[in-house]
């Protein structure tokens, strides 16, 4: 169930991925001393780990899946100051399409949700912009062609 | 056995619920919500074969991610701007909504609780063991936190442009346009690019 690539992280994506890994860890040692931790009797926890509750092989698929994003996981990095005006990952990207404006910040694909404005730099549009300036217009090319005109680029600086 | 039986009747009313989508559109006679179901489900399975995934737990969360919609409805991705504009906006269906990342988030948000909410309800007299399955593998699914999430996620999509495609070959009575659009933000899967090539080629080739 893994795949042998680099997974492009934010730090607080990773962060959330080694938390949840120690989580299961400590779920997984619970449930083969035949403990009932009590963190599987709050109603409140995250619910992602309650799957494994009852089936340890989901336990260990997730977490076979989690060392391997960990072990291949590279940092999004900040780029420096001169590089900051081309899109790469991490950037958030103020555009326009079809007169209207959008804006949306250009992710690695496990942490790309586009309903929440993060899109995956493997996404054909993702691809599209990466390595372009503010001020230039990057066309999408479906059965349709879409124009995007970048109109500003902005990092998070650490 | 009782509790189970009132579950799926429940359950029974996605298939009379039409796709909010559809009818914004004025499509006649539109799918309802267990009619995309099905063929998302179906398209799951045959398109996962190819995949090094979890096939039985990628079915089951195509099977369950719209169960919420028995209680919360079919959300749409215009649902925001239309109560923006009022119901005057019919314009809006021609273009893919933009939104600022705050208003994103803040949808995205929303959309999750309800949903969320009703799931919880739905399935509050199911066993507990298969109710905590169905709310995580919802979770996941809906976060896209899993290999499984992220794909069935996109596969959700990808129906959807299927069946976009086929109302509009039928009566072109709408815009095709935006879910080309969307579905080049959408999507990142390589196999399922692939399969959105093999859509291209069928419905927009030049006679």
Partial sequence: MTEEKNFYLTKEGLERIKNEYKSLKELKLAKTRGESPKILQSEDLNPEYLVFQEDISFLE???????????????????RKEKQNI??????????????????????????????????NESPVGKALVGHKAGEAVVV?????????????????? | MKNLLNFLVEVGKLKR??????????????????DHTFRMTLMTWILCCKKKLNISKALKMSLIHDLCEVYAGDTTPFDCILSRKGKKGKNIFNKWPR????????????????????????????PPKLRKEIINLWDEYEKGLTLEGRFVRQVDRVE?????L?????????????????????????????FIKVLEKRFHKKK
């Fill in chain 2, 166 to 194: 086929e109302y509009w070959k039928k009566g072109k009575k709408f815009k095709i346009e935006p879910w080309w659009i969307q579905i080049e933000e959408l999507v990142d899967d390589p196999l399922l690019l692939k």
């Fill in chain 2, 160 to 164: 959807n442009l299927l069946q976009a």
């Fill in chain 2, 99 to 126: 939104l600022s990342k705050k208003e994103k988030e803040i949808f995205f948000l929303n959309k999750c609780k309800k949903e969320n909410k009703a799931l919880r309800k739905i399935t509050s007299k199911l």
């Fill in chain 1, 61 to 79: 698929s997730r977490m076979t899946e989690l060392d391997n994003i960990i072990k291949n996981a590279v940092l999004i990095k900040t780029p």
């Fill in chain 1, 141 to 158: 090319s479906s059965p349709i062609q879409t124009t995007y005109k970048i109109k500003k680029i902005k990092y998070i600086t650490s």
């Fill in chain 2, 17 to 34: 619920m039409p796709r909010m989508g559809w009818v914004l559109r004025g499509i006649d006679n539109p799918e309802t919500i267990a």
């Fill in chain 1, 87 to 120: 899109i790469d990952l991490g950037a958030t990207i103020f555009v326009e399409v079809g007169g209207q404006a959008d804006e949306f910040t250009l992710v690695g694909s496990l942490e790309a949700n586009p309903a929440a404005g993060k899109i995956s």
